[in-house]
């Protein structure tokens, strides 16, 4: 997505833009520039490098050329003695003092003799152990003129003074100058002879030897130079701190490094050989590259490369060093690139503050020129920002030089007010809930809109327009009444106006006051009007207005009628379409609530009662003045959530089986199986009497067998009639009758036919628990079989952790059939299993209701119609909750179901209680904490309950209630409130 930005900032950026191009061009050619002086600034220096290592090598070797020169000419070369060659010392300490680089001096005799005379340490370091303190040369001497070789070592001080002289038979042994290279070269050779470059073994320090035949070409005069100096000189013509500069030879090994320590590896071990470091073992990572460019010189001229070693950049040279007769040698340098164009990147720091100080000088003149340029127009755009907000407080005042700025600013101003008039129209219409108030406000506002001084809104329903509301432009309604029409007879101007499906403006004319019958409301003197046709999304006509004027109406409020009408149709339409959608709702409730009570007698026209009482109650509460609920209030929204939940308070009940509601005997079903129990009675009887003509055909006397017969039919009328009575369940079971209706089901009878046959499958499956048996079989009178028991599903099994929160005593089984089980319950008519079913009923309430979508408004609907089995000692159920743990409104139902099941006057099993009766049981219900005291108090200090009965008891039920005697006991202290 195109980002955009104010003007002031293009015309800023633009001059800031080129600022910095001029300056970052002006950097880059100076980068550019400086960093090739210092290239070849770098390229210079290291060929001064090769130079001046040259000169030094010269300075070092050359006094050693001349003092090897001079002593081949000496006398000491013809010498063959050891007391002839000490007389020559003298010359030998000053040729040796002439070069520092000059370790020892020496001439080997074709004889095999060897003289050398040298500084102290020139050799190994163990040998230096072995002189005296105050040595400072050693002569080293082999003669081989007596029959066994003569070594001697003889230390002198500083004056040439003998100090020590130590034999040396080995020395004289191991040693040859006739076998070493130095001689053979200079015995061959009629010029001076250079070895290259070598480590020394004895001092493991790198040299180059000098050899010169003598003039009698017979003995050859040799040198020893240490070129370590030349590593101190590398390390001092360093071009940066991090530069590294080596000489090797052309196998890459190293001849002089600023840390000479690296130069000479440790010896293998067993091998005593040290060996010089190669350019690639020196440790530094920089030179490492450089080996194979070194290794293919072979004499070329100078070589630059770039070497990447991690991070960092190299430049690096390989220089040759041509040094007259020995094979060349080649300065290696490598140079931290950032160190090496540090003055160029200082250049480009300096060139980026002398920017940045441009910058922050111009930045603030650039950004007032452009401001003062744009701040009209960013004001317009302030304004635009504020409209597209919908603030609207503040009119559009824009002072500008610019002519286009301030017309803009007037026609913005313009748009502004009429949004904001527009808007306030639609949010006004849009807020009013009540369609019938709707219509009036909407007229209203279109007359102040328009500017006309009475209207008329018009309701299409089929074919025909209704008058919805007739106002003038000061908000009261118009006199007489207005007709309805067809809309084929709307009159020439609204009828123009419905046909185009667009307002139409003109001059009323007589046929328009006669169609639309405005003589009757006043307004037959009205010489102008606007029509305007309301149509819906879909294009189709939801009702018109008639806006009546004295003079014509100009295009652009006309325009804004068109518009405002559109937006008013469509609040009209869904308007129309929420009231619908309620209505069909309440219907739906209400469906509901009455197939519940048609379920059964029992229940009559409680579902229709509890919502009144629950409203009365609750405006109740609402009207107090002062106690606990003088703060209690309620909003539209939560008298709707009332009204829902007090007719939906029992809709769970649709689950529950009308034979268990209505079960009216012990053994009652969807039948009453007392029918059975007779049979077997009757069985028994017919069995007896049988029984009684056998005895009499076997011979015994008639009188008496049928006197037997009687007394035995007696007995079994009689069981049955007790039989008959437990089935009633008017009479607390005592132990006594318990134990006389087990005695009497002992009794046994014959059954000859199968029980299997001719069943359901669902009795198939429960017979099928236990073994079948053998026809005929003797079966007890009354029994607990195991097909009476029916096993509770997993759907209606509850888990403790449900998501509801429900704490109910669940019975094991769905429901317990047993003969005896049933016949001994101890008070009323049902088991436990469906007792808990009955009760079941505000479980499947709460599960349905909180299953259904409820909007914001209704979201308490469950908890509220949930909560009227609840009690304040959190005894009720189904979620055992305590009286602060329910909302008011939810304790007030409690009250209103208790209430209304205690006066009702239309369940066959039992007459409603007298109003005094009812508020004395719910008086002990509340001094037992199962209802709200205070809740209780208001039901009777209002009169609610007199209110009720007056609407929904008998006369004959409405008797005096002692209000202030109940009152002491339900407000005595510790009443929950």
């Known amino acids: 997505m195109r980002r955009h930005y104010p003007l002031h900032i293009h015309i800023s950026t633009l001059f800031l833009t080129l600022i910095l191009l001029v300056c970052g061009v002006l950097g880059s050619i100076g980068y550019k520039l400086s960093t090739g002086l210092l290239e070849e600034s770098a390229a210079d220096l290291t060929a001064g490098f090769g130079r001046e290592a040259l000169l030094e090598m010269r300075r070092i070797i050359e006094p050693a050329e001349v003092a090897t020169r001079l002593l081949s000419l000496q006398p000491v070369t013809t010498a063959s003695s050891l007391g002839e060659r000490l007389d020559s010392l003298q010359f030998l300490r000053q040729a040796l003092d002439s070069s520092p680089a000059l370790s020892s001096l020496y001439i080997g005799y074709d004889s095999g003799d060897f003289f050398l005379i040298g500084r102290i340490g020139h050799g190994s370091a163990a040998e230096a152990s072995r002189a005296p303190d105050r040595a400072t040369y050693v002569v080293q001497s082999i003669e081989r003129a007596g029959p066994e070789p003569r070594g001697r070592f003889i230390y002198l001080d500083a004056d040439l003074k003998v100090v020590r002289e130590d034999e040396r038979p080995d020395y004289a042994v191991a040693y040859d100058p006739r076998q070493r290279p130095w001689f053979k070269q200079g015995s061959a050779s009629p010029t001076q002879v250079k070895t290259a470059p070598y480590l020394f073994y004895s001092s493991r320090k790198v040299g180059t030897t000098l050899a010169n035949r003598a003039s009698n070409r017979r003995a050859v005069v040799g040198a020893d130079i240490l070129l370590h100096t030349?590593?101190?000189?590398?390390?001092?013509?360093?071009?940066?701190?991090?530069?590294?500069?080596?000489?090797?030879?052309?196998?890459?090994?190293?001849?002089?490094?600023?840390?000479?320590?690296?130069?000479?590896?440790?010896?293998?071990?067993?091998?005593g050989s040290p060996a010089l470091a190669r350019v690639d073992e020196l440790g530094v990572p920089a030179l490492v590259p450089l080996l194979p460019t070194v290794m293919s010189m072979r004499g070329k001229v100078t070589q630059t490369l770039r070497v990447k070693v991690g991070d960092d950049?190299?430049?690096?040279?390989?220089?040759?060093?041509?040094?007259?007769?020995?094979p060349p040698l080649y300065i290696v340098t490598a140079i931290p690139e950032r160190e090496l164009m540090a003055g160029a990147l200082q250049l480009i720091h300096h060139s980026a503050i002398s920017t940045l100080l441009v910058l922050l000088l111009t930045i603030p003149l650039t950004w007032l020129l452009a401001h003062s340029i744009s701040r009209s127009l960013g004001s317009l755009a302030s304004e635009a920002e504020a409209?597209?907000?919908?603030?609207?407080?503040?009119?559009?005042?824009?002072?500008?030089?610019?002519?286009?700025?301030?017309e803009l600013a007037q026609t913005m101003d313009g748009m502004k007010r009429t949004i904001h008039r527009f808007l306030e129209i639609s949010q006004a219409v849009a807020a009013e809930q009540n369609f019938d108030q709707l219509l009036p406000r909407l007229l209203d506002d279109t007359l102040t809109a328009s500017g006309a001084r009475a209207g008329v809104l018009y309701l299409a329903e089929e074919r025909q327009l209704n008058p919805a509301a007739a106002r003038d432009n000061t908000g009261l309604a118009l006199a007489g009444e207005l007709p309805s029409f067809n809309l084929g007879h709307a009159g020439p101007l609204l009828g123009a106006a419905l046909a185009a499906g667009l307002p139409r403006v003109g001059c009323l004319q007589p046929e328009d006051v006669v169609a639309l019958g405005l003589a009757t409301?006043?307004?037959?003197?009205?010489?102008?009007?606007?029509?305007?046709?309301?149509?819906?999304?879909?294009?189709?006509?939801?009702?018109?207005?008639?806006?009546?004027?004295?003079?014509?109406?100009?295009?652009?409020?006309?325009?804004?009628?068109?518009?405002?009408?559109?937006?008013?149709?469509?609040?009209l339409e869904s308007k129309a379409l929420i009231k619908a959608q309620k209505d069909l709702f309440e219907a739906f409730i209400k469906l509901i609530a009455a197939a519940i009570d048609a379920k059964s007698p029992y229940t009559g026209g409680h579902c229709k009662r509890v919502p009144e009482l629950t409203k009365m109650l609750a405006e109740a509460a609402c009207a107090a003045t002062s106690g606990p609920y003088q703060d209690f209030t309620m909003t539209s929204d939560d008298r709707d959530a009332v009204h829902v939940a007090a007719w939906l308070h029992d809709c769970g009940k649709v689950t529950t089986p009308e034979y268990v509601v209505d079960k009216a005997t012990k053994l009652e079903t969807i039948y009453d199986r007392i029918h059975e129990v007779r049979m077997r009675f009757e069985v028994l009887k017919r069995d007896a009497e049988i029984s009684c003509l056998k005895a009499i055909a076997s011979g015994e006397i008639e009188e008496t067998a049928r006197a037997r017969l009687a007394a035995e039919w007696q007995q079994i009328d009689a069981d049955f009639a007790f039989v008959a009575s437990c089935n009633e369940g008017g009479e607390l079971m005592a132990p006594q009758r318990i134990e006389r209706l087990q005695?009497?089901?002992?009794?046994?009878?014959?059954?000859?036919?199968?029980?299997?046959?001719?069943?359901?499958?669902?009795?198939?499956?429960?017979?099928?628990?236990?073994?079948?048996?053998?026809?005929?079989?003797?079966?007890?009178?009354?029994?607990?079989?195991?097909?009476?028991?029916l096993p509770r599903r997993a759907q209606d099994q509850m888990p403790e952790d449900n998501r509801w929160g429900f704490r109910m005593n669940i019975p094991v089984l769905l429901y317990n059939r047993g003969e005896l089980y049933n016949l001994a319950i101890g008070r009323g008519t049902l088991t436990d299993e469906e007792r808990y079913k009955i009760n079941e009923h505000i479980v499947q309430t709460l599960i349905m209701l909180q299953d259904l979508p409820f909007p914001k408004p209704l979201r308490a609907v469950p908890e509220i119609a949930g909560g009227h089995h609840e009690k304040m000692d959190g005894s009720g159920y189904p979620r055992g909750l305590r009286c602060e743990e329910m909302s008011p409104l939810a304790r007030m139902m409690a009250i209103a179901d208790i209430f209304e099941a205690l006066t009702a006057i239309d369940r066959p099993y039992k007459q409603g209680k007298t109003l005094s009766e009812a508020v004395a049981i719910m008086s002990r219900m509340q001094q037992e904490q199962h209802i709200d005291g205070d809740l209780f108090a208001l039901f009777l200090r209002s009169g609610v309950h007199l209110e009720y009965a007056r609407q929904f008891m008998k006369p004959e039920q409405i008797d005096a209630v002692d209000v202030d005697g109940l009152l002491e006991a339900t407000l005595r202290p510790g009443s929950p409130g």
């Open 743 to 789: 005695s009497i089901a002992r009794r046994t009878w014959l059954r000859t036919l199968d029980d299997r046959i001719g069943i359901a499958q669902e009795e198939k499956l429960r017979k099928a628990r236990a073994p079948g048996t053998s026809l005929p079989v003797v079966e007890a009178l009354l029994a607990d079989k195991p097909e009476h028991l």
């Open 521 to 571: 409301a006043g307004m037959a003197a009205a010489s102008h009007a606007i029509a305007v046709p309301l149509l819906n999304r879909q294009g189709e006509l939801v009702g018109a207005m008639l806006l009546i004027g004295d003079s014509e109406t100009d295009s652009r409020r006309l325009s804004f009628v068109k518009a405002l009408s559109a937006s008013a149709a469509v609040s």
């Open 313 to 326: 950049d190299w430049r690096a040279s390989v220089t040759p060093l041509l040094l007259e007769g020995v």
């Open 387 to 406: 409209i597209r907000h919908f603030e609207f407080s503040q009119p559009i005042v824009i002072e500008s030089s610019i002519r286009e700025v301030t």
């Open 230 to 271: 030349l590593g101190e000189t590398l390390a001092r013509q360093a071009v940066t701190p991090g530069s590294e500069m080596v000489l090797v030879n052309p196998e890459g090994y190293v001849l002089a490094y600023g840390d000479a320590s690296r130069m000479v590896l440790a010896p293998p071990e067993g091998d």
